[in-house]
C-alpha cells in the first residue's frame, strides 16, 4: 500500500471543537458595574432625601450609564468608570486625611484596587 493510499484509507480525526466563550470573563468589571450602581442608588437616595443637592443626580445617572455600558465592555464605559473610581479614591482620601473617618480610608482603597484592576492590560484588550 502506497503512503496516499493508507492516509485515504485511515480514518480522519474529528475536528477540534470550537472554544466555548466564556459567560463572565471578568467577574470584576460585574463587580465594579455592581459598585457603581450601588453608589448611583445612595445618591438618588441622598437626594430624595434632601442630603445631596439634585445636581448629584447627573453624576447617578453617569455612574449608572458607566455600569450598563461596562457590563457590555465598552471602552466608553470603561473610561467612565475609570474616572469615576479614581476621583472617589482621591474624594475620600482627601476625607480621611481632613477628618480621619476610618470608613473613608476603606472606600479610598476600595476604591484604589478597582481602578488598579481597571487599567490591567488583559481588561482593556477585551474592551471595544
Known amino acids: 500500500m502506497s503512503d496516499t493510499e493508507r492516509s485515504t484509507a485511515e ?3 474529528p475536528p ?3 472554544p466555548q466563550r466564556e459567560l463572565l470573563p471578568f467577574p470584576g468589571l460585574l463587580a465594579i458595574g455592581l459598585y457603581l450602581v450601588l453608589l448611583a442608588g445612595v445618591l438618588i437616595l441622598g437626594v ?3 442630603h445631596y443637592p439634585a445636581l448629584l443626580l447627573a453624576l447617578a445617572a453617569a455612574f449608572l450609564t458607566a455600569a450598563a455600558g461596562m457590563v457590555m465592555l465598552f471602552r466608553w464605559a470603561w473610561a467612565g468608570a475609570l474616572a469615576a473610581v479614581f476621583l472617589l479614591a482621591c ?3 482627601w476625607i480621611f486625611s481632613v477628618q480621619h473617618v476610618g470608613a473613608s480610608l476603606v ?3 476600595l476604591n484604589v484596587v478597582f481602578f488598579l484592576y481597571l487599567v490591567r492590560r488583559e481588561v482593556r484588550e477585551k474592551l471595544r
Open 16 to 18: 477540534a471543537p470550537a
Open 91 to 93: 474624594y475620600n482620601g
Open 48 to 50: 430624595v432625601q434632601g
Open 11 to 13: 480514518p480522519k480525526a
Open 107 to 109: 472606600q479610598s482603597l
